[in-house]
T-cell receptor, first 114, second 113 residues
Framework: AQSVTQLGSHVSVSEGALVLLRCNYSSSVPPYLFWYVQYPNQGLQLLLKYTSAATLVKGINGFEAEFKKSETSFHLTKPSAHMSDAAEYFCAVSENTGGFKTIFGAGTRLFVKA | SQTIHQWPATLVQPVGSPLSLECTVEGTSNPNLYWYRQAAGRGLQLLFYSVGIGQISSEVPQNLSASRPQDRQFILSSKKLLLSDSGFYLC????????????FGQGTRLTVV
């Protein structure tokens, strides 16, 4: 069975500082991995996805994530935080062998201080 | 391009009343459709998914049901709402059969009072 664990329900950084949001996954088959962002009272928007091509994935808004199979991790980073990055971020996993259900982590709320 | 519409945006309903939330997708055919519920601090819980008209799979036993009367229409219902049904409900779609990412509607904030 697949699962996702996001370490830290809340992360606070200063504007201009590095953003690091942690995600570890469990999957018995090769996974697809995703990061989504959610702004208040809105749906989820895809930031980036890993689908077994390059292990370093670049997404929108300057975010990127690295797939590390040995660590079963898919951490999200951004070199320099902006106030507009304040939102909730979800890591998610789905099977790439014909499955299509996506399992989401509990989410990490990112706060950006001026 | 594909779009997904979900309504209403907010809803306040008394305990014991019925519920009907609608979701429609445009610009694609035969999508996989999903209903998620989001409770504070709990992430997204998959409630139902559908791979075709009339085909509904339930992920958790509960007070809710789903139907897919048309290819691009997905409805979430309840005959009698409970207080615990309050939450943020999200409809989503992905391509069929081997969808990768899901595309989400704007959500419905349901408050049961």
């Amino acid at each position: 069975a697949q699962s996702v664990t996001q370490l830290g329900s809340h992360v606070s950084v200063s504007e201009g500082a590095l953003v690091l949001l942690r995600c570890n996954y469990s999957s018995s088959v090769p996974p697809y991995l995703f990061w989504y962002v959610q702004y208040p009272n809105q749906g989820l928007q895809l930031l980036l996805k890993y689908t077994s091509a390059a292990t370093l994935v670049k997404g929108i808004n300057g975010f990127e994530a690295e797939f590390k199979k040995s660590e079963t991790s898919f951490h999200l980073t951004k070199p320099s935080a902006h106030m507009s990055d304040a939102a909730e971020y979800f890591c998610a996993v789905s099977e790439n062998t014909g499955g299509f259900k996506t399992i989401f982590g509990a989410g990490t709320r990112l706060f950006v201080k001026a | 391009s594909q779009t997904i519409h979900q309504w209403p945006a907010t809803l306040v309903q008394p305990v014991g009343s019925p519920l009907s939330l609608e979701c429609t997708v445009e610009g694609t055919s035969n999508p996989n459709l999903y209903w998620y519920r989001q409770a504070a601090g709990r992430g997204l819980q998959l409630l139902f998914y559908s791979v075709g008209i009339g085909q509904i799979s339930s992920e958790v036993p509960q007070n809710l049901s789903a139907s897919r009367p048309q290819d691009r229409q997905f409805i979430l219902s309840s005959k009698k709402l409970l207080l615990s049904d309050s939450g943020f409900y999200l409809c989503a779609w992905s391509t069929h059969p081997r969808g990768t990412e899901a595309f989400f509607g704007q959500g419905t904030r349901l408050t049961v009072v």
